[in-house]
């Protein structure tokens, strides 16, 4: 077999034409054929499945954190401090905490 003309080296149009390729009956080829369609649409169904989910993970994201930045996650407690009293306490706290630092040696 010589590689010219089928995209395949080393198999020639007239060695393809004088060797019988072997088919399924068919019937079974018309099964085969109802399987893949079944199949293909199956695929088609997931892929726009994918497609939604991705679109609403894609709206879901700022609505999710608008809600965490509103404090609506979880249900508020009554007696936690405001957060505006922690962020004075911290303030407050800063400047007290002595800042360090590592000096590497020359050598």
Do not use: W
């Not at 019988?20 to 019937?27: A, V």
């Not at 679109?55 to 930045?69: D, I, Y």
């Amino acid at each position: 077999m010589k590689g010219v003309g089928t995209g395949i080296q080393h198999i020639h149009l007239t060695d393809l034409r004088k060797d019988l390729i072997p088919l399924p009956p068919f019937e079974e080829q018309t099964e085969i054929v109802r399987r893949v369609e079944i199949l293909l649409a199956y695929a088609d169904r997931l892929e726009a499945r994918l497609q939604s989910a991705q679109t609403a993970a894609e709206r879901l994201t700022p609505a999710l954190l608008a809600k965490a930045f509103r404090g609506e996650l979880v249900p508020q407690d009554p007696n936690d401090e405001p957060a505006t009293e922690l962020l004075r306490r911290l303030r407050e706290a800063a400047p007290s905490q002595k800042k360090t630092r590592v000096l590497k040696a020359r050598g």
